[in-house]
């Protein structure tokens, strides 16, 4: 027992409520832009068999698989991402829904991974699809939505851009250039290693293939070309007013093995340069999961909230967004001040009316000096103290930014809280004259 | 591969958006409950070490851990619960915080049980919990909360109780009987067996404790007597206009070993007969978790999802709160209908705009007949249908509910939606005329 417990293990983090706000935030975004685009919530177990991941998910995910053996002789891993579940869930139950579903998830995921900053073990992912739709109508969607979602968070096409690739332009050139068919997934993943290998090494490695890093590079110099479904996308994109979010990228690959046809990620232009989300299709993953019988074309993408949440604080004008909202989460409507402890089963009668009403209220549980009560108020966020004592049912109300002062009865007080709740007044306005 | 991939595993569950909404019904009541009383949010890791549970919660949670060996040969488990990694967290900088501390927490826990009717393996909590006030008033604010819940929920006194006891109570009558201080754990358990066991086997535990069933059913007849913390919980509630959910029964004692003073638990009066959600004070907890130094009086309470959404279910007026709820949850606020696919891209700059203006909104991927795209408003519960083709930027408008139509342009649409979000209409009232 004892100190040794007060820390977490290596890439678990207690989430302090100054910390759970910012999540609870980014929740808000996410799920608010999903809602708008008509996409609904679904959930799936947090533990699952690991046999979903292996072979499915790519190197990328199985070597940092956090997995156990249960107590009934189970290999089960603590999921790694979401989508092996949905496709899962999309099989299973095919036949009940319209197509095409359009299912949004935000829930933890876990890595066993080198810790470094962004990256922990335990972290929030909010995970968009579209099942049912092979059209490139289902990619635009989820390009608009994840754009939309940067938006509302408060980014510009300065800061963040969709690189959209395609896979398929890929192995189309593949084959143009003899690569054997059962060699594509190497010469994807030396695509992908491009931005971050020696130029030396990845020749070598093209070469082996029979290509080289001389036709890759010309390859990539004309995108709009290389691909038919980016005439589509960047049509579908402007028609929105959504293409400045938009910029065809080759490089992009993206490495989970399940992925074919379009890829996109979402790629901070600051100093961080980093993919903050990604996505794309994967027509064959329900089937590989679900059996013949459940094939269904998918795309979809995630977006991790750790990542984000560094590039929003990165970000003045995000991080301006992201200011505001905070400063009025904690923030209590009334902190009722019990100014004569004789009056203190009174004062709780109006804490549970105004609570009742809908409003955020507090008190102090303990007996405290009046000073120490405003005190109280005043870190809680309070907009008003309501001062409970002598001359009650009478109330002295004191506007805590202002520090403006009114005696009003219950009813006023109620329909003054409800006056500035009902948006007539901004968060800053003076609630009583 | 294949279909044994189309289950989870044993007491986990796919979440289809049906019972997701049931769960983001559930959240909302406990989130917006608990912020009125002026909680706020944190979370503690889904995976603690096995150490913080052991020898602290008790056996009833221990023997039920989802432990593991991890990878760094650490001892890993699942969290059963929230309440020792709040223990850590407050004790980890319990001088940063103005005391006391209201804080709650919803998430997921695990438990490796038996699987029956509202349990299984993988389950949503509820926490809310009091740190740093000793006073009575904390545990009443905590009973207050859990009424409140329940009221929210749609629950009366006919309903549901919240069942109150007194461990120090049990403590100072074992005392008086001459139970062994070192015996007063096993004589608590005893107590706790009472309404599950036979009166046989009570009696004879008892009795090797120096008591008797006898003695301990008459102490039970006047609970009101017993502690003198009753007196000062029930006015307290009565204040509150809440005592109606209150009962004074010396017959709860709730399992967990840390649990001190006052306890509670939310017992359903109808045929379930059970334990909804339960709490109390574990004034010792802190310290064990982080030392001497970090020794702070806290109660709390727990609620899980499963066993209250079955409740929910199983009382009308609560259910039908739920089905209200739920008669909303995936409605779209307009349909846009492409009647003529040479206006797509215009009536996606129509669907970009009115999911600006924050409405959801959604609309054909594929080119589909009219008829069938009517059927998709339909099977989406779109208030609006809108038709995008010939006549634009004039739009067919039909309110899918009184199948009236009328012609307008884009502002009167937004317009009229807006006039229905703002609440100047119920939810089936003409939107136009």
Redesign the interface.
């Known amino acids: 027992?004892?100190?040794?417990?007060?820390q977490?293990?290596?890439g678990?983090?207690?989430?302090?409520?100054a910390d759970?706000?910012v999540?609870?935030y980014l929740c808000e975004q996410w799920r608010g832009a999903a809602?708008?685009?008509?996409f609904?919530?679904?959930?799936?177990?947090?533990?699952?068999?690991t046999?979903?991941y292996r072979?499915k998910s790519g190197d990328e995910i199985t070597a940092q698989l956090?997995h156990?053996?249960?107590?009934?002789e189970?290999e089960?891993s603590?999921r790694p991402e979401v989508t092996p579940?949905l496709a899962?869930?999309a099989?299973?139950?095919s036949r009940d829904f319209?197509k095409?579903l359009?299912?949004f998830q935000v829930g933890?995921c876990?890595r066993?991974e080198k810790q470094q900053k962004g990256r922990s073990r335990?972290f929030y992912q909010f995970n968009c699809d579209?099942l049912g739709?092979p059209?490139v109508?289902?990619d635009a969607?989820l390009v608009?939505l994840v754009a939309?979602v940067m938006r509302d968070l408060g980014f510009t096409p300065d800061d963040v851009v969709v690189r959209v690739s395609d896979r398929d332009a890929w192995v189309a050139f593949a084959a143009s250039e003899g690569v054997p068919a059962d060699r594509h997934q190497a010469f994807l993943a030396a695509v992908d290693k491009l931005e971050r290998e020696k130029p030396d090494a990845t020749d070598a490695k093209l070469r082996a293939l029979g290509t080289s890093l001389a036709a890759v590079e010309r390859f990539m110099t004309r995108p709009a070309a290389a691909s038919q479904k980016f005439e589509a996308l960047l049509?579908?994109l402007?028609?929105?007013?959504?293409d400045g979010f938009v910029r065809l990228d080759l490089g992009v690959v993206r490495g989970l093995a399940y992925y074919t046809g379009l890829v996109f990620e979402v790629f901070s232009l600051g100093e961080g340069m980093r993919a903050v989300a990604g996505g794309g299709r994967y027509d064959g993953l329900c089937e590989?999961?679900?059996?013949s019988g459940a094939a269904m074309p998918a795309c979809g993408f995630a977006m991790g909230d750790v990542v984000i949440a560094d590039l929003v604080r990165a970000t003045p004008q995000a991080n301006a967004r992201l200011t505001s909202y905070l400063s009025g989460?904690?923030a209590?409507d009334a902190y009722v001040v019990v100014a004569d402890e004789g009056y203190?089963?009174?004062a709780?009668?109006l804490?549970?009316k105004l609570?009742?009403a809908?409003?955020?209220?507090?008190f102090p549980?303990?007996p405290a000096k009046v000073g120490k009560q405003f005190q109280?108020a005043e870190?809680?966020q309070a907009r008003l103290a309501v001062v409970v004592g002598e001359g009650f049912p009478r109330l002295q109300v004191k506007q805590m930014l202002t520090r403006t002062s009114l005696e009003m009865d219950e009813p006023a007080l109620v329909g003054a809280l409800e006056a500035a709740r009902g948006g007539g007044l901004p968060p800053g306005a003076p609630l009583i004259a």
Chains 1, 2 share one sequence.
């Open positions: 027992m004892g100190s040794q417990q007060l977490p293990l290596p678990f983090r207690d989430t302090y409520p759970c706000a999540r609870t809602g708008r685009y008509g609904v919530e679904y959930e799936g177990p947090l533990l699952e068999p046999d979903l072979r956090f156990f053996t249960d107590k009934g189970r089960v603590l579940s899962r869930m099989a299973a139950r319209r095409p359009k299912w933890p876990f066993y335990e579209i739709e059209g109508a289902a969607e608009a939309d049509a579908d402007g028609a929105r007013g959504l590989l999961v679900g059996g989460a904690f209590l203190r089963l009174r709780l009668g804490v549970q609570r009742t809908g409003f955020r209220v507090d549980l303990a109280a870190a809680a």
